[in-house]
């Protein structure tokens, strides 16, 4: 088994939506405080949330007093995005191997929920860091929300099967290589399941900093989760928070 080089096309539509409509609110606010707290973006500035997804943490950014613009590929997640109080107008989209911003354009930048390492090839991956570090500042700050590649691991639960907002939901996981796959299979439909996939490279935390430090991107924190615990083997995420050099 295998996955699609752009399953993420076909996954973050009307199906993910319907499935998956109320994400959590309060650890959307929580990553957003850490950040704030942590970094200290300048009051005012203009942060770019890339892959915002249907708006959770951009709400918040925009609450705050900052100013906030929202990228993803999806366009049925941003039409879920706009319908949030002070999102709409404040929404691209594009995709983050080729940002469509100028040099220079964000006082900080936050990427949330581990979406980072979609991508087919590792070259992809580092042509988004590029793009990340080409569009921030010198010296802005940045936070980066990721899985903790050895926890998932370890912990991966290869087949589950479960009812998911009235639809019975059937998930298969595996590691091949250092990327991680899920098949997702709609089991309440006539005939053959409807099928979709995820994929996601594995990096360690070293791996990861060095990538983001050999293009300009400098981790000065880790954090385990959104209350700001110290990351250690046990936690199951990853955040990075750092400055563009």
């Known amino acids: 088994m295998s996955a699609p080089a752009e399953w993420f096309r076909d996954w973050f539509g009307e199906t993910y939506v319907s499935l998956y409509p109320h994400r959590d609110e309060d650890e959307a606010a929580a990553g957003v405080r850490l950040f704030v707290e942590s970094g200290e973006p300048r009051a005012?500035?203009?942060?770019?949330?890339?892959?915002?997804?249907?708006?959770?943490?951009?709400q918040r950014i925009r609450e705050m007093g900052f100013d906030g613009i929202g990228m993803d590929l999806s366009?049925?997640?941003?039409?879920?995005?706009?319908?949030?109080?002070?999102v709409?107008?404040?929404?691209?989209?594009?995709?983050?191997?080729?940002?469509?911003?100028?040099?220079?354009a964000f006082d900080a930048l936050v990427n949330f929920f581990t979406s980072f390492g979609y991508f087919l090839?590792?070259?992809?991956?580092?042509g988004v860091v590029r793009e990340i570090r080409r569009v921030m500042r010198p010296?802005?700050?940045?936070?980066?929300?990721?899985l903790n590649a050895p926890w998932v691991m370890a912990r991966l639960e290869p087949e589950t099967v479960s009812d998911v907002n009235g639809r019975?939901?059937?998930?298969?996981?595996?590691?091949?290589?250092?990327?991680v796959f899920k098949r997702i299979?709609?089991?309440?439909?006539?005939?053959?399941?409807?099928?979709?996939?995820?994929?996601?490279?594995?990096?360690d935390r070293v791996e990861l900093e060095d990538l983001l430090q050999r293009h300009g991107l400098v981790a000065e924190e880790r954090f385990g989760?959104?209350?700001?615990?110290s990351f250690g083997s046990d936690s199951p995420r990853l955040i990075l928070r750092g400055r563009a050099s």
Do not use: K
């Not at 049925?76 to 706009?82: E, I, M, R, S």
């Not at 010296?139 to 990721?146: A, H, L, Q, R």
């Not at 998930?171 to 290589?177: E, N, S, T, Y």
């Open 88 to 104: 709409s107008g404040s929404l691209v989209r594009g995709d983050m191997r080729s940002l469509p911003f100028a040099d220079g």
């Open 225 to 229: 989760g959104y209350d700001g615990e």
């Open 185 to 203: 299979e709609l089991l309440d439909t006539d005939g053959e399941p409807d099928v979709f996939h995820e994929r996601v490279r594995l990096y």
């Open 44 to 58: 005012g500035g203009r942060i770019l949330d890339l892959a915002c997804g249907a708006g959770r943490h951009l």
């Open 75 to 86: 366009a049925v997640l941003l039409g879920q995005a706009a319908l949030r109080p002070g």
């Open 168 to 179: 019975r939901v059937r998930q298969v996981r595996w590691v091949d290589g250092n990327q």
């Open 139 to 146: 010296g802005s700050p940045f936070i980066m929300d990721y």
């Open 121 to 126: 090839t590792p070259d992809e991956d580092i």
